[in-house]
């Protein structure tokens, strides 16, 4: 039996329920999953109690986006088993009000091109805490205008500094939201290093002793990259995990629970890091 320890809900930017992520993980035979929603930890304490009733343990999970400054690259960061989640509720409103600012302009401009309304927009995103441009993306497609979330359409309108309705989100550094993770007593990843081109940032990351551990396992993971992060952990000491970074109908591409897990050995680790939040 495995883990998988990253997943998003209808609380972020993914499209399932989180009754329906933790009964996909009993039926796929998952030990433990987590349900790691951006810049929220709304959804631990009904994950556990679903989770308690179908056999499956619940990790309490919640992921950052940040900024690298020394390449101006984005770093995101995992937080598990936060001991005082009320010490981050500062660094999840701040972040989200950013997202609001920068997904209330996309909006704008999007509405300019195409004649969809913010209410369609709204229905969409109905239960999460943002609206993200996934949700944007769903209206078009029910519309009309768009024959996926991803594609011409998506590129056309959001690619990064091209795009239409291309509007960026300030992030905080990401040395900054890891102290944050430790000052609230919760165990800091960085996640899917290979996705930002995060190698040299994981190196030093571990050098010099900030995170506790990598998401190794990962969908997006170039070829030869678990091999590499699972040996930067084991040099330093790291906690390994794995997730398939589920999004359901809003992921790039079809991407089934547990295609990625974290293995049982490295779960107990993980669950004993955490039961020692003064470590």
């Known amino acids: 039996m495995a883990a998988d320890l990253h997943c998003h809900t209808k609380?972020?930017?993914?499209?399932?329920?989180l009754d329906e992520i933790v009964l996909l993980a009993a039926r796929s035979g998952l030990s433990a999953v987590s349900v790691t929603d951006h810049d929220t930890l709304a959804g631990a304490a009904r994950t556990e109690v679903l989770g308690a009733r179908c056999g499956v343990r619940a990790i309490p999970g919640v992921e950052f986006s940040a900024a690298d400054s020394s390449t101006g690259r984005k770093a995101h960061i995992l937080c598990y088993?936060?001991?005082?989640?009320?010490?981050?509720?500062?660094?999840?409103?701040?972040?989200?009000?950013?997202?609001?600012r920068a997904a209330d302009v996309m909006l704008q401009k999007v509405m300019a091109v195409y004649p969809i309304t913010a209410e369609?927009?709204?229905?969409?995103?109905?239960?999460?805490?943002?609206v993200y441009k996934q949700h944007i993306m769903h209206t078009l497609l029910d519309a009309g205008f768009a024959d996926g979330i991803y594609g011409s359409v998506y590129r056309k309108l959001f690619g990064a500094g091209t795009g239409l309705a291309y509007e960026p989100v300030s992030y905080p550094e990401v040395h900054d939201v890891i102290a944050q993770v430790h000052e609230a007593g919760g165990v800091a990843v960085l996640a899917h290093p290979g996705e930002y081109d995060s190698y040299?940032?994981?190196?030093q990351l571990?050098?010099?002793h900030e995170i506790d551990g990598v998401e190794v396992w990962h969908p997006k993971n170039r070829k030869g990259d678990a091999a590499l992060f699972e040996k930067t952990a084991r040099a330093y000491g790291l906690l390994m995990t794995g997730g398939t970074d589920f999004h359901g109908m809003y992921a790039e591409k079809p991407m089934p629970l547990g295609t990625c897990?974290?293995?049982?050995?490295?779960?107990?680790?993980?669950?004993?890091?955490?039961?020692?939040?003064?470590?």
Request: charged share 35%.
């Open 206 to 208: 571990a050098r010099d």
């Open 261 to 279: 897990t974290t293995p049982d050995d490295q779960l107990r680790r993980l669950l004993e890091f955490g039961a020692h939040p003064g470590r």
């Open 11 to 17: 609380l972020s930017d993914g499209s399932a329920g």
């Open 81 to 100: 088993l936060c001991a005082n989640p009320d010490r981050l509720a500062g660094l999840c409103r701040r972040m989200r009000e950013e997202r609001r």
């Open 120 to 130: 369609m927009v709204l229905r969409r995103a109905k239960g999460s805490t943002v």
């Open 200 to 203: 040299g940032l994981l190196e």
